[in-house]
Structure formats: C-alpha cells, structure tokens
C-alpha cells in the first residue's frame, strides 16, 4: 500500500509549495537583479505555472519524441517572443493567448488528444510566443535583459519537468486518471483566466 501512495504524497506536496503569491504573474514588477527577476516571473502567476506544467504534462501523454520536443520548443520560441516584449513590439490579446493556452493543452491532456508531432509542436510555439512577450515586456527598470531571458527560460524548463514528472505517473495504477485530472484541473484555470481576460 505505501508503495502505491507516496508518490502521490510526494506530488501534492510539490504542488502545494508551487502555488503562487499572485495568481497573474505580470501583474507586478519583481525586484532584484535580471537574473532573479527571470527566474522567478515564470514561476510566481498561476497562469504561467499551469500552462508551463501542461506542456511537459502534453509530452509526456504523447510520449517519445514529443516528450523531448515539445519542452525543447516551449522555450525556443518563447526567447523570441520575450525579445519582442523586449523591443516594445506589441503583439495583441497576449492576456487571451496565455489564458487560451492553458484551456487548450489542459483540453489536449484530458482528453488525451495526439496529433501529429508537427501540429503538437506548432501549438506549443504560438503560445510560447505570448508567454515570452509578457516576461520580455515586463523586464524591471535596470534589470540585465540576457540574465533576465536565461533564468526565464531555465524557470520555464523546470515548470516543464514538473509536468514531465508528473506525467510519468501514468506508469502506476491510477496515474492515467490523476494525469487526465491534471489536464482537467489547468483546462479549467485556463479558462477562469480567459474569462477575466475577456472582462
């Protein structure tokens, strides 16, 4: 029986230490050098964390190679979009995008959706791109924008393991239905957040 439950333990005390102060993570400038700053902007809005998470939790219910591509690509095109924040370049209903992007891979590990890997790595790209212009544009006054750009996307890496691990729980009794809540769980985030994008 311990065998069976401590993972399960072990994965809502990660969960429990990863919810944030405040629940959108570019509502206020974080202090500290650029470095700081990078880091903990990905990790400090529930919006981010969960979309983050949903991408490695994605990988891992489409398995080998989306299980390596789609976090490799999350950060890729999310560094260009973070130089588009940087350089003032406006993307329009970024706020929507991030909100979308979460309803939408959390819809994708419900229902345990595989399109072909293409398709599942052009879907993780064009929300990377709102995600990474809302870290670029937000850089704190005096912060090192290459510090700044490096932590969040190693930040954003660690949100993808997180997800990765937690969906190799699919692997013991149960883990395929606690997977599946778990991309219930960030459809519905996704969507409280869309609804107060929208109002």
């Known amino acids: 029986m311990a065998r069976t439950t ?42 981010h964390v969960v979309a983050m998470v949903a991408v490695g939790l994605w990988g891992a219910v489409l398995g080998p190679p989306a ?21 003032g370049i406006p993307i329009p209903g970024v706020e929507i995008g991030i909100a979308v992007s979460g309803l939408v891979m959390g819809l994708m590990v419900l229902f345990e959706l595989r399109p072909p890997l293409w398709l599942a790595a052009l879907i993780v790209s ?36 997180l997800g990765i691990l937690l969906g190799e729980t699919r692997r013991w009794p149960g883990g395929r239905r606690f997977v599946q809540g778990a991309g219930g769980v960030v459809a519905l985030v996704g969507l409280w957040f869309l609804e107060q994008a929208l109002t």
């Open 67 to 87: 299980l390596w591509v789609l976090p490799v690509a999350f950060p890729m095109v999310m560094a260009l979009g973070g130089l588009l924040g940087l350089l």
């Open 126 to 161: 064009a929300f990377a791109v709102f995600h990474g212009h809302a870290h670029g544009a937000e850089l704190p006054a005096g912060s090192n924008a290459l510090l700044y750009s490096l932590a969040f996307v190693l930040a954003t890496g660690l949100l993808h393991l």
């Open 6 to 47: 401590w993972p399960w333990a072990w994965l809502a005390g990660v969960a429990l230490a990863l919810v944030p102060m405040s629940v959108w993570a570019h509502a206020d400038a974080h202090t500290g050098g650029g470095f700081v700053a990078g880091l903990l902007h990905p990790i400090s809005g529930l919006d």
